[in-house]
């Protein structure tokens, strides 16, 4: 008689399975609360004691940790040594595995969970039984996800067995699931004795969506989503009305979702290929939309729109007259969104703003053979802890528009420079090769609406170039990192033009 090993935390079908097993004539052990949950079921089961003989122990630390067990597991059924040491020692082949793990995720998920806890729900002997039964997969049958049992009871149903096809992708699934099993103890554990660049860097994540194509129609491609979500990401936003998302939506929206962070009044971030084109603030979220489309009203078309607060039907009256291709908020009017909804693709996104700032985690990206770990940029220069340089002082108007757009320059690609007042930006010069290039962009674009415009750069002037360009055409203040060899003849252009310059002690780099 054929043997199926089952013990499962997550008992959903479980029931159901187990009796399609029984129906087959296969024999079932099982552990603890899945015995008892299929011992009132119904279903005759053997204990793991009265197949190793041996008692659970240490609250059920040791009970499956057993050569009858592991023997039964790993035996290579075409191997005569194997076969004679199994019947030298009494041990009968087991043919099923289904298993799931100890819930440490939802442990560690938990609000003020102790480490205590979290490490009596770290799983040993159901990853090895795991790991024993998938690397035997030419003879074991192993589950571990009830999106499968269905597969399995059919294959027995139709073949009274499974295939070796089915048993080696099932295999694979298993090491992909104790892998990231592992990965997330690892990485609590790392942080846990405060490990910041451990040998060894372990990444778990899990499949959210399967994509149409990357940033190219040529290009396959994936949305994963941390295996901890972060409550404030594009990847915890629900989805609303329009089609799926694309790759390129997602990084947009990433990059929106990073500068509305900078802001704690009402904001609309407007954004095209990674860069701002429009950031408005208000007294209300319709004055604010209507600063960000007045920053650049050619650019915003097509773009995508974060919202730090609800959308009201007078700013979405407003943003029904363009084509976008998401909005995201914190909620919708209802007349407001049946008025948005009309455009069958718009993309309508909800986030939770109230877990906006909780996100500490780093960012990593790829690069050929590898790929890079930081900290996200997170620091924020107060402007009281900013240095004048100039003979001349920023009025406390122009303090105010140089505050505004220290905030932005910081998400903009360097080079970057920024054009603002306090509560628009109205020019952006994004990823020049040389830094008088973004400003003659930044500069260009603004240049209808200069009034009470000051100019931000994300880092050092290297020349005064830039310093002169900027004054010659009407900006009264700059706000930058300082920190050039240069820096002097910067300073001392600023002064010939009567500039206010103010230095931030810290540069803002986003390649």
Not at 115 to 126: M, P, R, S, T, V
Not at 327 to 334: G, K, L, R, S
Not at 417 to 445: C, D, F, K, P, Y
Request: proline content about 4%; glycine content about 6%.
């Amino acid at each position: 008689m054929k043997r199926a090993l089952i013990s499962v935390s997550d008992k959903t079908g479980i029931i159901a399975f187990t009796k399609g097993l029984v129906e087959q004539g296969i024999e079932i052990i099982s552990t603890g609360g899945t015995k008892k949950a299929l011992d009132e079921a119904g279903i005759a089961t053997l204990a793991i004691d009265e197949v190793t003989g041996f008692p659970e122990m240490m609250d059920g630390r040791v009970k499956t940790l057993h050569p009858k067990i592991h023997g039964g597991l790993l035996g290579r059924r075409d191997v005569v040594e194997h076969m004679d040491a199994m019947k030298e020692h009494d041990i009968q082949p087991i043919d099923f595995v289904c298993v799931n793990l100890y819930p440490f995720k939802e442990t560690i998920s938990k609000t003020g969970v102790s480490e205590e806890e979290a490490i009596e729900n770290i799983d040993i002997g159901g990853p090895s039984m795991l790991r024993s039964a998938a690397k035997n997969f030419n003879a074991v049958t192993v589950v571990v996800d009830p999106k499968d049992y269905e597969v399995v009871l059919s294959e027995l149903k139709e073949n009274k067995e499974t295939t070796l096809a089915t048993r080696k992708r099932l295999a694979a699934k298993v090491f992909r699931h104790t892998a990231a099993y592992d990965a997330l103890i690892a990485e609590y554990l790392t942080n846990a004795v405060g490990e910041a660049e451990p040998e060894k860097l372990t990444l778990t994540y899990d499949l959210k969506q399967s994509l149409r194509y990357g940033e190219n129609s040529h290009q396959q491609a994936a949305f994963y989503q941390s295996a901890l979500p972060v409550p404030f990401s594009i990847a915890s936003a629900k989805q609303l009305h329009g089609k799926e998302l694309s790759y390129n939506n997602i990084k947009d929206a990433d990059a929106a979702l990073r500068i509305i962070r900078e802001f704690d009044e009402p904001t609309i971030v407007a954004l095209k290929h990674m860069n701002p084109c429009g950031i408005g603030s208000g007294k209300t979220i319709a004055e604010a939309y209507q600063f960000a489309y007045e920053a650049d009203p050619k650019s915003i078309f097509g773009g995508i729109l974060i919202a730090n607060r609800p959308i009201d039907l007078k700013t979405a009256e407003e943003m029904h007259k363009l084509f976008l291709e998401i909005i995201v908020a914190p909620a919708f009017d209802q007349e407001a969104f049946d008025l948005l909804a009309s455009k069958k693709n718009l993309r309508l996104m909800q986030l939770d703003f109230d877990q906006m700032r909780e996100d500490h985690s780093p960012e990593v990206v790829s690069v050929l053979g590898g790929l890079l770990q930081q900290d996200q940029d997170l620091i924020t220069e107060a402007s009281d802890t900013w240095e004048v340089v100039t003979d001349r002082q920023p009025t406390d108007e122009e303090l105010e528009a140089l505050s505004f757009a220290w905030k932005a320059v910081k998400h903009v690609k360097s080079n970057a420079i920024v054009v603002a007042n306090a509560h628009q930006t109205v020019g952006v010069g994004a990823g020049q090769m040389n830094r008088v290039g973004s400003v003659e962009i930044a500069l260009e674009q603004a240049k209808d609406k200069m009034d009470g415009a000051v100019l931000a750069s994300d880092a050092y002037f290297p020349m005064d170039d830039s310093v002169e360009y900027a004054a010659q055409h009407g900006i009264k203040a700059i706000v930058q990192p300082g920190g050039s060899i240069r820096d002097k003849d910067s300073i001392a252009m600023a002064n010939k033009y009567g500039v206010a310059m103010v230095f931030t002690g810290g540069r803002h780099f986003r390649h």
